[in-house]
């Protein structure tokens, strides 16, 4: 090869770098400037950090009981009162946060996978693999996904791990669809068929070109998925599909406190963890999205 095309192959593969990562700044500084989106992460941020640090952080043992103390309003002692078997609800409280966003995050993270993978791979290949693998993708989605949710949660017996099949099971769908659509749009490119000629496999190109590219959409729906999975998970504890006594969940402490309407601090303070959590998510959904799409873009 002469210096001439060597020259030219090392700019041909620098460049893209180069831009990637200036995208990417651009990308994080116009997110900065979003103050919602700023404030819904710390949020968030916020929750895990109390969440990881419960057992340092909560002042009693969120299963342990003290009758004398049951349906105790906010105190010094109980900062956000008892509940009906004299449980702290802050420690509860704190606890709960635990499970409702380990519970998200795995379903989020494991639905966003699959659907990626299994969508991308119907839109790559085609034909009547993409065919029959959109069909399926419709069947999940004609039905509401709490209602599927919850029929599949009731015929697998209430526990976290059944809710979180449940959840699993009705979650992959839309990105199967999101990325089939990323990739369709992307497969025709010139970056695609400069692999193909190269000798490139044709998993390699979908695993290592198509994919990666699809990333931007289904990062923003992983962002408001896990709010939408911190109101599933809880629905489900709420209904009684979910979290078995006595673990601490958001869902099921709202539960709790649903016959206690004197005793406003038992469901209180857990729906109002579920709904600063669920609207920070929106937030920095909202956020990244306008700053991914280049119209928002221009505009800003």
Same mark, same amino acid.
Request: glycine share 8%; charged share 15%.
């Given at each position: 090869?002469?210096?001439?095309?060597?020259?030219?192959?090392?700019?041909?593969?620098?460049?893209?770098?180069?831009?990637?990562?200036? @995208? *990417?700044?651009?990308?994080? #500084? !116009? %997110?900065?400037?979003? &103050?919602?989106?700023?404030?819904? $992460? /710390?949020? =968030? +941020?916020?929750?895990?950090?109390?969440?990881?640090?419960?057992?340092?952080?909560?002042?009693?043992?969120?299963?342990?009981?003290?009758?004398?103390?049951?349906?105790?309003?906010?105190?010094?002692?109980?900062?956000?009162?008892?509940?009906?078997? @004299? *449980?702290?609800?802050?420690? #509860? !409280? %704190?606890?709960?946060? &635990?499970?409702?966003?380990?519970? $998200? /995050?795995? =379903? +989020?993270?494991?639905?966003?996978?699959?659907?990626?993978?299994?969508?991308?791979?119907?839109?790559?290949?085609?034909?009547?693999?993409?065919?029959?693998?959109?069909?399926?993708?419709?069947?999940?989605?004609?039905?509401?996904?709490?209602?599927?949710?919850?029929?599949?949660?009731?015929? !697998?017996?209430?526990?976290?791990?059944?809710?979180?099949?449940?959840?699993?099971? =009705?979650?992959?769908?839309?990105?199967?669809?999101?990325?089939?659509?990323?990739?369709?749009?992307?497969?025709?490119?010139?970056?695609?068929?400069?692999?193909?000629?190269?000798?490139?496999?044709?998993?390699?190109?979908?695993?290592?070109?198509?994919?990666?590219?699809?990333?931007?959409?289904? !990062?923003?729906?992983?962002?408001?998925?896990?709010?939408?999975?911190?109101?599933?998970?809880?629905?489900?504890?709420?209904?009684?599909l979910g979290a078995v006594p006595p673990t601490p969940e958001w869902g099921a402490m709202v539960a709790e406190g649903r016959e206690l309407m004197?005793?406003?601090?038992?469901?209180?303070?857990?729906?109002?963890?579920?709904?600063?959590?669920?609207?920070?998510?929106?937030?920095?959904?909202?956020?990244?999205?306008?700053?991914?799409?280049?119209?928002?873009?221009?505009?800003?």
């Amino acid at each position: 090869m002469s210096t001439t095309a060597s020259g030219s192959t090392a700019t041909t593969l620098t460049l893209p770098v180069r831009v990637g990562q200036e @995208g *990417r700044a651009s990308t994080v #500084r !116009l %997110l900065f400037k979003n &103050r919602m989106a700023v404030l819904g $992460a /710390a949020v =968030v +941020v916020v929750w895990i950090i109390v969440a990881a640090l419960a057992p340092l952080i909560a002042p009693y043992d969120p299963i342990d009981q003290d009758v004398r103390a049951r349906l105790s309003a906010p105190s010094a002692v109980h900062w956000l009162g008892t509940d009906g078997l @004299g *449980r702290d609800v802050f420690s #509860r !409280l %704190l606890y709960g946060g &635990r499970v409702s966003l380990q519970v $998200a /995050a795995v =379903v +989020v993270a494991v639905a966003s996978i699959v659907g990626t993978v299994y969508g991308g791979a119907a839109g790559f290949f085609g034909r009547w693999l993409d065919e029959g693998a959109m069909r399926i993708v419709d069947m999940v989605l004609a039905f509401p996904s709490l209602i599927l949710a919850m029929a599949i949660a009731a015929a !697998l017996g209430p526990s976290i791990q059944n809710s979180m099949l449940a959840m699993l099971a =009705v979650w992959w769908p839309p990105y199967a669809r999101l990325a089939r659509g990323q990739v369709l749009s992307l497969k025709s490119r010139d970056f695609v068929t400069a692999a193909r000629a190269l000798g490139t496999p044709e998993g390699t190109i979908l695993l290592r070109h198509l994919l990666p590219n699809s990333v931007a959409p289904i !990062l923003v729906l992983m962002t408001m998925d896990f709010g939408n999975a911190i109101i599933i998970t809880a629905a489900l504890s709420f209904l009684g599909l979910g979290a078995v006594p006595p673990t601490p969940e958001w869902g099921a402490m709202v539960a709790e406190g649903r016959e206690l309407m004197q005793q406003w601090w038992i469901s209180t303070f857990p729906g109002l963890a579920i709904f600063t959590v669920a609207m920070a998510c929106n937030f920095v959904g909202d956020g990244l999205r306008d700053t991914i799409d280049p119209r928002s873009r221009s505009r800003q």
